[in-house]
Nanobody, 121 residues
Framework: QVQLVESGGGLVQPGGSLRLSCAAS????????MGWYRQASGKQRELVAT???????YYADSVKGRSTISRDNAKNTVDLQMLSLKPEDTAVYSC???????????????WGQGTQVTVSS
């Protein structure tokens, strides 16, 4: 079994910052890409940022320049630092990881339960 657990969400004032963390645990042989997605109320889920095992990053235009994704391959964790938060950043943020489990040669996508981020004064 594999679990992804997020932390770090909450209420933030516009212009503020936060750091989201996600830890993967369980029967993990190796992790390919890890990333963060978000879904605002009434909208489709969208990609926020991803990072490969080699450290190559990708950011959505909406967060580029004010967000940093990082990971610790030894600890199976991925973090998302967001600055200059805007009300439109309000959403449920979910962690995703592409994982091959022990005894398997193929990769599956696993998701965390999500953490609410609300940007409001």
């Amino acid at each position: 079994q594999v679990q992804l657990v997020e932390s770090g969400g909450g209420l933030v004032q516009p212009g503020g910052s936060l750091r989201l963390s996600c830890a993967a645990s369980g029967s993990i042989r190796t992790i390919n890409a890890m990333g963060w997605y978000r879904q605002a109320s009434g909208k489709q889920r969208e990609l926020v940022a991803t990072i490969t095992s080699g450290g190559t990053t990708y950011y959505a235009d909406s967060v580029k320049g004010r967000s940093t994704i990082s990971r610790d391959n030894a600890k199976n964790t991925v973090d998302l630092q967001m600055l200059s938060l805007k009300p439109e950043d309000t959403a449920v943020y979910s962690c995703n990881a592409n994982i091959a489990q022990y005894g398997s040669t193929w990769f599956q996508n696993f998701w965390g339960q999500g953490t609410q981020v609300t940007v409001s004064s």
